[in-house]
């Protein structure tokens, strides 16, 4: 019975070794927005401190440039 359950230990650390050399990286599939990009976003409440979030992209002003002569 000892021998058993040694096997089965065993088994279960080589399984979770095996995965160990290579860890799991969250990336985003969508990339984030560049800082010429606007949106206007909205939220609204839901039931249980949750809320629903919509954006949708808005047309940016071109960037003013002032000169002054002196």
Do not use: E, K
């Amino acid at each position: 019975m000892r021998r058993l359950s040694t096997i089965a230990a065993l088994l279960l650390a080589a399984a979770a070794s095996a995965c160990a050399p290579n860890p799991i990286i969250a990336r985003d599939p969508v990339p984030a927005p560049g800082p010429t990009d606007a949106y206007a976003c909205q939220s609204r409440p839901l039931p249980l401190n949750a809320f629903t979030t919509g954006c949708r992209p808005v047309p940016t002003s071109p960037p003013v440039v002032l000169q002054s002569r002196g």
